[in-house]
Nanobody, 126 residues
Framework: QVQLEESGGGLVQAGGSLRLSCTASGRTFSNYAMGWFRQAPGKEREFVARIKWSGGSTYYADSVKGRFTISREKSKNTVYLQMNSLKLEDTAVYYC???????????????????WGQGTQVTVSS
């Protein structure tokens, strides 16, 4: 059973930075892709970024492109989301997710992700 645990959320002023971490356990992830999603109050959960575990190719939502960077550290089974130039509208609960077929497809649809973390709160203040 795959387990995902996020950390690194918190309160930050607009224009600031945070780095989220997601540590995965339970199996090897060579054919997986890892993604970050977020859900703001009163809104549906939305895709933020993804990375293929093996090749490292990445994909971003337009709303975060150029500000957020997703990366992975294989030796630690950890995926990161570096968030810079944070805006008020980035306030949300951020979720890490794993797509077990991610090595063979590129998808931003949350129903394609098999495993989810509990989420970590990111609050951006003015």
């Amino acid at each position: 059973q795959v387990q995902l645990e996020e950390s690194g959320g918190g309160l930050v002023q607009a224009g600031g930075s945070l780095r989220l971490s997601c540590t995965a356990s339970g199996r090897t992830f060579s054919n997986y892709a890892m993604g970050w999603f977020r859900q703001a109050p009163g809104k549906e959960r939305e895709f933020v970024a993804r990375i293929k575990w093996s090749g490292g190719s990445t994909y971003y939502a337009d709303s975060v492109k150029g500000r957020f960077t997703i990366s992975r550290e294989k030796s630690k089974n950890t995926v990161y989301l570096q968030m810079n130039s944070l805006k008020l509208e980035d306030t949300a609960v951020y979720y890490c997710a794993a797509d077990s077929q991610g090595g063979f497809r590129a998808t931003t649809r949350e129903y394609n992700y098999d495993y989810w973390g509990q989420g970590t709160q990111v609050t951006v203040s003015s």
